[in-house]
Each structure stands twice: as C-alpha cells, then as structure tokens.
C-alpha cells in the first residue's frame, strides 16, 4: 500500500491528453512540492516534473503537472506510442517517524 | 554533465549483507546529495535513504533502519549502500540517485540484487 495514490492504469490514442492522478495528505502533498517520473520497460526513472510544474531540460512541453490541496495531477497532451511507460508521483513526506520520500503506486500508461 | 555508474548484479544467500556502489562522474561526490531507491519486481519505487544536505546527516527510512548503511568515499567520488539481513523481500533493483529541488534528476542505471537460498 503505498502512502501516495495513483490509479494503476490509464491509456489513451494517439493525439489525445490524458491526466494521471495523485492523491496525498497534509503531510506530504499539502506541505512540499511534488515530483513525476517517468520508467519505460527496463530502465531506470527519469524525471519528468519537479517543484509541482517545473519541467527539466529536454522534457517536451506535452508534460505538464499541477498540485493543489494534496492532490496533484500530470497532464500528457499529443499523446505519442513514445509515451507509453509507468508514471510515479512522489514527494517527501514530514512524517512523525522522520521525513522522507513516498512515491505512489505507479500509474501504467498505455497508447492504444 | 554528471553520471551514475553503479555496480554489477549480486546474488547472495538469506542473512547476508550486500554493498552496491555508485561511481559519480562529470561532478564531484561532494557537489551531490545522494540517495538510494529500490523497486522490487513488477513492483513501485522505493525510498531507502539518502544524505541530507541541510544538516549533513544521512537520514533512512524507518523500515530500514538498523539494517542500512550508507556511505560515501570523496576520494574516489563513489557512494555505497550496504543492507544486512538479506531475505527474499529485498530482491530488487536498487538505483542512487543525486536530489535536486527535492527531486531525483539523475539516476545510476540500477543494480539487481537477488536473494535466494
């Protein structure tokens, strides 16, 4: 069970903008930034959004992301078949036990 | 541009320990804060731990302390993670991975570790 919500799957054709969610609480979404990863089939993460909307250099603009509350969404427009991966929120969490980082779940994105 | 080499896959026995490294390049380790991360098969991503610049200690995750240790060596640019009491349930990719922003922006290419008897 991960301390972070996503749905485990989401899809979408060619051209179309698909939304991927993340669910949090007060001590992780409602209080630090959120950040989006994206995994294709065996390779390691790469960073897709980070400080909430901040996208890398070199992430195309398709990729966008929001937060509000403690919840935040990645919003993939143009959808390509190149998009097709795992997607994962995270954040770090002020937990009593410590801070630390929590990921969600992991969201499978397939191009139909 | 700074790169991540680590380790190569392991296979130890239930009750050992194990210790991956990662090789920095491009940077020095010192210009990094480092953190490890592992997923275990067709399975999400996990947070191990990871240095905390802000107060220059290394902080883990609850579930692991006791069992985890995280080092560094500045000499050679190379950061290692070592996890004892080895069982089934840690059989997993572990990645390091360098924080920006609070974010993880470059990764090491994982290393397999594989549990079994």
């Known amino acids: 069970q991960s301390v972070l919500t996503q749905p485990p799957s989401a899809s979408g054709t060619p051209g179309q903008r698909v939304t991927i969610s993340c669910s949090g609480s007060s001590s992780n979404i409602g209080s630090n930034t959120v950040n989006w990863y994206q995994q294709l089939p065996g390779t390691a993460p790469k960073l897709l959004i980070y400080?909430?909307?901040q996208r890398p250099s070199g992430v195309p603009d398709r990729f966008s992301g929001s937060k509000s509350g403690t919840s935040a969404s990645l919003a993939i427009s143009g959808l390509q078949s190149e998009d097709e991966a795992d997607y994962y929120c995270?954040?770090?969490?002020?937990?009593?036990?410590?801070?630390?980082?929590?990921f969600g779940g992991g969201t499978k994105l397939t191009v139909l | 541009q700074v790169q991540l080499v680590q380790s190569g896959a392991e296979v130890k026995k239930p009750g050992a320990s194990v210790k991956v490294s990662c090789k920095v390049s491009g940077y020095t380790l010192t210009e990094l804060s480092m953190h490890w991360v592992r997923q275990a098969p067709g399975k999400g991503l996990e947070w191990m731990g990871g240095?905390?610049?802000?107060?220059?200690?290394?902080i883990y995750a609850q579930k692991f302390q006791g069992r985890v240790t995280m080092t560094e060596d500045t000499s050679t640019d190379t950061a290692y993670m070592e996890l004892s009491s080895l069982r089934s349930e840690d059989t997993a990719v572990y990645y390091c991975?360098?924080?920006?922003?609070?974010?993880?922006?470059?990764w090491g290419q994982g290393t397999m570790v594989t549990v079994s008897s």
């Open positions: 991975a360098n924080t920006f922003e609070n974010a993880f922006d470059i």
């Open positions: 995270a954040a770090w969490d002020d937990s009593l036990n410590g801070p630390g980082v929590v």
């Open positions: 400080s909430n909307n």
């Open positions: 240095f905390d610049p802000e107060d220059g200690e290394t």
